[in-house]
């Protein structure tokens, strides 16, 4: 076997033929490492496997297949891919361990119409029909279209790939694939690095789509290299509460659709399954007209817009510092609008302890939910009912309540629900007029 001795920064991964004190490309020091490339029988087959026409065309005579998409067994997938997976595209999939990840690309390639590949490097095969049989009681196909791989080595992968030609791969995860053409262990920044650039040359190339798992740090970030984000062509993030069963799929870049689009899941006994309607998860069913503290919001996720409940609580507080909890609602924005219900509503709830909670776990980044935040701790403080009011607009610093993005949508979304009471912009001008109206009733 033929053997290629090469340097690579340990930094940044630049390569050089030679050693060098300093890394041209980062500026590290004593970074360069030296690796082998031997060519054995797997890259030799791998190279032939992906011989293709390099000549530039002219962007007319492209042709596009009509089928360019591939249609899975969920549609929530595939509205935020932005209609399907696209054929050739690498998709990274992140999230927190035991959300579902390997959970809902299991049941995507069992259910596939095509022959798949799930390649696991966490999982032996046995481990992975085990679940498959716990999960999944009856699949469409009974496994038959569903290859499974159970390696580490990603140049075992990519000759498997290359060899078999599936209409799906699954790779899980990326940061557990090594090869002994790269220095370090699984999961460094070259072994990442390595497998990545492998898993897109061969997708590209054999036109095959695949979707990488990756592991998120404590901070919520994809663990390796922020390089791994940038190559690949779609980022996913499955959220979620551990012990909610409301998963939340949310796209952070993609290529080949929109971006801030929302699938939202469940999480059931019989494995992951989609939820067409969210407001049955967000929305408290039977709301009390005596109950205090509760508000309905317009949220837009992506071209979404669904309604979530807001809840508030204020209550005497007996420590020096009164407390201040969100939960699903961002804390500095929390004692922000705090701030402008005390200078603006003359509201005494300086010396209160102040929670705030979405109801069904979600997030709320939209500053549409402002207000709603707002009329929920007024209503808790004052023991006003506001069951079945929806509140829409953001507020500002000086008490003046704001127009949102896609302002109708989010009105007829109400409307279509049932809901008449709306508050809005459009209504008022301020959060002091929109409290004092409330106050009157």
């Known amino acids: 076997m033929k053997q290629i001795s090469s340097f690579v920064c340990q930094e940044c991964g630049y390569e050089s033929p030679q050693w060098l004190g300093k890394c041209p490309e980062c500026g590290a020091w004593n970074s360069l490492r030296e690796i082998s490339n031997l060519k054995s029988q797997i890259s030799n087959t791998r190279s032939k496997e992906l011989q293709i026409d390099i000549s530039p065309k002219r962007l007319g005579e492209i042709q596009l297949e009509e089928e360019h998409r591939i249609k899975t067994c969920f549609s929530e997938f595939d509205a935020v891919l932005g209609g399907g997976i696209v054929k050739g595209s690498v998709i990274l999939l992140a ?86 053409n790269v220095s370090g262990l699984s999961g460094s920044v070259p072994q990442v690095r390595y497998a990545a650039s492998q898993f897109i040359k061969i997708a590209k190339t054999l036109n095959i789509p695949i979707i990488l798992v990756g592991h998120v740090t404590k901070e919520g970030m994809v663990a390796g290299p922020m390089v791994l984000s940038h190559m690949v062509d779609t980022v996913l993030f499955l959220e979620g509460e551990k012990f909610t069963k409301t998963r939340i799929l949310r796209s952070f870049k993609n290529r080949f659709g929109p971006v801030d689009e929302v699938g939202i899941f469940t999480m059931e006994e019989n494995g992951i399954e989609e939820t067409k309607n969210p407001e049955q998860l967000f929305l408290t069913k039977n709301q009390d007209k005596n109950s205090y503290g509760s508000v309905l919001v317009v949220t837009l996720e992506g071209t979404r817009a669904f309604l979530v409940e807001v809840q508030g609580l204020v209550v005497s507080s007996r420590l020096p510092m009164p407390r201040r909890v969100s939960s699903g609602v961002d804390y500095k924005r929390l004692e922000l609008l705090l701030a402008v219900l005390q200078k603006h509503c003359r509201l005494p709830i300086g010396a209160m302890d102040v929670f705030v909670n979405v109801a069904g776990g979600l997030k709320l980044s939209d500053p549409a939910a402002d207000l709603g935040i707002c009329l929920a701790i007024f209503s808790s403080f004052k023991n006003i009912s506001l069951a079945s009011t929806v509140a829409i607009s953001e507020v500002g610093l000086l008490g003046e309540l704001r127009e949102v993005q896609s302002l109708d949508k989010r009105i007829k979304e109400s409307q279509k629900l049932g809901f008449k009471k709306i508050i809005s912009c459009e209504n008022y001008k301020t959060i002091n007029e929109a409290i004092r109206s409330l106050g009157k009733e």
């Open 95 to 180: 999230g927190d361990p035991g959300i579902g990840k390997s959970t809902l690309l299991l049941k995507i390639v069992q259910e596939a119409e095509s022959k798949s590949i799930y390649i696991s490097a966490e999982e032996s095969q046995e481990q992975i029909k085990l679940r498959a049989k716990r999960i999944y009681k009856n699949p469409p196909t009974g496994g038959a279209n569903l290859l499974i791989l159970s390696s580490t080595n990603t140049d075992v992968a990519t000759f498997t790939i290359a060899k078999e030609k599936p209409s799906l791969v699954i790779i899980d995860s990326i940061q557990t694939m090594e090869s002994e």
